[in-house]
């Protein structure tokens, strides 16, 4: 049965990723649909909320979403993450806001040809360091370049904000064994990892095609969160465990997304993505064509002879 009310929105009428709230994080809640609203219910009443306003919903501990809600989201293209104390655990997106496979094609093409994987490899590395001696790095020494920045971020921020730090040691399966800054960073990396998950899906890449990290359905996601978490998601996290926080999660996601509102991430991600790609001008429109050795060709047609 279809739900009554407002019609779905049509992609033309869908917001850009760049002009929607980064994320919505709830818990403890029912989640349902108003017409083209999604609806919050608690003890305390219901909140409204437009879902083409906003790029991704994360779910936490006691949330329960409706058929009717998932429907909507998916009709959108929010993203919808899981979460809970046992670390990030991603299970749906919506579909992409492009309508058009031209990125994920390109997305495919480059990391299929280990020339041209090596050369974006290197794009994303370069974007982090402000060194003018590195262009002729392998990427091994990138690596290795990269894991002596991490460690020297790490320290700088514990003597900036007077937070111990003794390593990044946490356990997925233990949220609160951790020390409150591990657990820190693990909430902020939830965070970025969500709006980084939707800005590719939101493109129409594919996120399990990763050009610096491999071997599982969101190695494009950490590829793109790695490219801001020194800006964003540490410094951040430092400084909630230094505020004295008692809320260190809840503390960490609404700082996380005051960074991300200040720094318009929101409107970087897509054109990072797009340049690391090399994708220029605007999309494709959604127009099914059938593939061709010369290129493509127009579908709706029958391509048969006129045998009887």
Not at 130 to 140: A, N, Q, T
Not at 223 to 246: H, Q, W
Request: hydrophobic residues 40%; charged residues 25%; contains cysteine.
């Amino acid at each position: 049965m279809s739900p009554t009310g407002a019609r779905p929105p049509e992609r033309k009428e869908l917001g850009r990723f760049e002009n929607r709230l980064s994320f919505i994080y709830v818990e403890q809640c029912v989640i349902h649909r108003d017409a083209n609203a999604l609806t919050f219910t608690d003890d305390s009443g219901v909140a409204h909320l437009p879902a083409a306003s906003v790029a991704a919903l994360i779910i936490g501990p006691g949330a329960r979403i409706t058929h009717a809600a998932m429907g909507l989201l998916g009709v959108c293209g929010v993203s919808v993450v899981w979460v809970g104390e046992q670390g990030v655990r991603y299970y749906a997106h919506g579909r992409p806001l492009s309508g058009s496979s031209r990125m994920a094609e390109t997305q495919a093409k480059l990391v299929s040809n280990s020339r041209s994987r090596v050369q974006v490899a290197r794009a994303m590395y370069l974007r982090r360091f402000d060194e003018p001696d590195i262009d002729e790095l392998s990427i091994r020494e990138l690596r290795g370049r990269e894991g002596t920045r991490m460690r020297r971020l790490y320290r700088a921020h514990s003597e900036r904000t007077g937070v111990p730090w003794s390593g990044r040691q946490y356990d997925p399966d233990d949220f609160d064994a951790s020390d409150p800054i591990n657990m820190a960073l693990t909430a902020a990396s939830v965070a970025l990892y969500g709006i980084a998950h939707a800005g590719i899906v939101a493109l129409g890449c594919i996120p399990s095609l990763g050009f610096v990290h491999r071997g599982t359905d969101r190695a494009f996601v950490f590829d793109i969160a790695d490219l801001y978490k020194a800006e964003i998601s540490i410094p951040t996290a430092f400084d909630v465990v230094a505020s004295g926080s008692t809320d260190i999660a809840g503390d960490t996601r609404r700082a996380v997304r005051d960074a991300i509102v200040k720094s318009k991430l929101m409107r970087r991600i897509p054109r990072d993505i797009a340049e690391l790609l090399s994708v220029e001008g605007d999309e494709e429109s959604d127009v099914l064509r059938l593939w061709d050795t010369t290129g493509s060709v127009s579908a709706g047609l029958n391509y048969g002879t006129n045998e009887s």
